[in-house]
């Protein structure tokens, strides 16, 4: 079935995820409108997009790739400590593509919706000539004294990471789960004194971080975990893990591996270097990826 | 000069526009984060997008389509009767495309942030295998009293439609101006009973604005206000006019058209027929602009 009227596809795709009713005003009119977090908390932006060729090829599951579009910039506010509320989708269709492939892509988003206690609160959908592209606006909420960012670590600070890195491609990038407990527990109880999320490979994104604090780094290369038939390289530049990366001052650097261990017995925590004072990157460091890198002149 | 690198192109777009300064954190991290509005004040939450071939072609002015691809949100913005605070900008970007375009397409898009008073909060790009695309999502605040939507119509009530319809592709979808001012004054004085912006074309937007409101509706085809140069069937169908569609009770109905021509003088205000109860559309009614009609098997 071809997509034949935008009103009734829209309709039928927001029976399949969990819409802001509880909302001024959800999806259906010009704007969504949302009441303003509490005084004290801040509100959380962020927009991420999955692109095809880039970030799944059409022969993935629909409903796969749908998980990953909103499970991205779910990393996102995990990364900020915070905790999601509501989405904006914005899809590009191109024109043959049947209206079945939306079905399954919403039923993935909504499944993704439900587990992370997100409400859908509107959208937009467009032609375009080829390619599915899909854009989505995540709005999340955090303390704003909880609030992490990339700008806090300083010389010294213990540089962690969540879970294993590399070897994306073979399923994970698909199928990720945001680390967003992870990062709450983190804001409540250690407060990091920088944290990001690892998307485009540890390679490209420690010197965001360290660049984002005024420091360099130093990491030892054999600490890294890598994902099961992953190598070192492909740790550092793969790209889409989703795991957090942190840095902490040495004296709270102590307690965290055990009181994790007791709260996320599943998901190691590894110490992989520090912050230092020389902001120039060690020689030989690696870049992950970047969008437009290969087309390098 | 081919695109080369995500971050320092990131960082050169920035510096065309205004960016969120002055709230905790604008672009560079994993997401913005804002300071919620005031008490009493409802936060507006807006995405939409513009795709090559669909809303402008590739040789088009880049700077047009980024004023453009900003003024769209910025008039549902409007059709709410709220003030734009902030936007996130994602762009998909075919390999082959120079920085240049970006640029361009940056310096339109800051001229009609800096006119309507919207800062860049953040964004994310995405190559893409061919085609321009671009999502846009704006905030906005309304006060909650204020916020106006497109169901409380009742029947009896009169339309109005600003400025004139039609012929939008010879140039008045590149350079259009959101009817910021006017949707904020109508909220503020008039308060009409339900409001919309005009993008698929009246035949589309009307009995959306009819059907949430639970009314159909009657026009006077003689009435309605055509571009120079376009048929009522182009006023009907063409879209992407941008103009304030309202709805208002016969009782304010009379004292509008005197206060509005000496606040807008230059904007015209017409009258063009009334929400009913029967809520068939009008036979012989024309749809509007669909993304998808024309695939309809």
């Known amino acids: 079935m071809k997509i034949c009227n935008e009103d009734k596809l829209l309709a039928e795709l927001l029976r399949l995820v969990p ?19 509490k005084r004290g908390q801040l509100l959380l932006l962020k927009t991420d997009c999955v692109a095809e060729g880039v970030h799944f090829l ?26 999601p509320q509501q989405a904006l989708i914005t899809f590009f269709s191109p ?8 079905k399954k892509f919403y039923r993935g988003l909504g499944k993704a919706a439900r587990r992370f ?54 399923g994970h990038h698909l199928d990720f789960v945001p680390r967003l407990a992870e990062g709450r527990w983190l804001a409540e109880t250690f407060r990091p004194s920088a944290m990001m999320d690892i998307s485009d490979g540890l390679g ?19 600490d890294i975990p890598c994902r099961r038939g992953s190598s070192i390289d492909q740790a550092l530049s793969d790209g889409e893990d989703y795991e957090l990366l942190f840095s902490l001052s040495p004296k709270k650097a102590i307690g965290i ?3 994790w261990a007791d709260v996320f017995p599943k998901t190691p925590l590894t110490c992989i ?13 690696p870049g992950g990826w970047d969008h437009f890198k290969e087309f390098d002149t």
């Open 204 to 222: 490209a994104d420690l010197p965001r971080l360290a660049r984002a604090s005024g420091c360099g780094f130093t990491v030892n290369l054999a």
């Open 273 to 285: 270097g520090s912050l230092t004072r020389s902001q120039d990157p060690p020689s030989g460091w």
């Open 95 to 102: 024109p043959d593509l049947d209206a079945g492939y939306w």
């Open 257 to 259: 591996s055990e009181r």
């Open 19 to 37: 819409v802001s009713l509880d909302q001024p005003l959800g999806p259906g009119d010009d704007c969504a409108a949302t009441r303003s977090p």
């Open 117 to 170: 206690g997100v409400t859908i609160a509107g959208g937009e959908m467009s032609r375009q000539p080829s390619g599915i592209a899909v854009s989505i606006t995540l709005t999340g909420i955090v303390p704003e004294m909880q609030l992490l960012q990339r700008s806090g670590g300083r010389p010294g600070d213990q540089l962690f990471i969540t879970g294993r890195l590399g070897g994306s491609i073979a």
């Open 58 to 83: 059409r022969s993935d599951d629909p409903s796969r790739v749908g998980w990953k579009a909103l499970c991205r910039p779910l990393s996102d506010i995990a990364a900020m400590g915070g905790v």
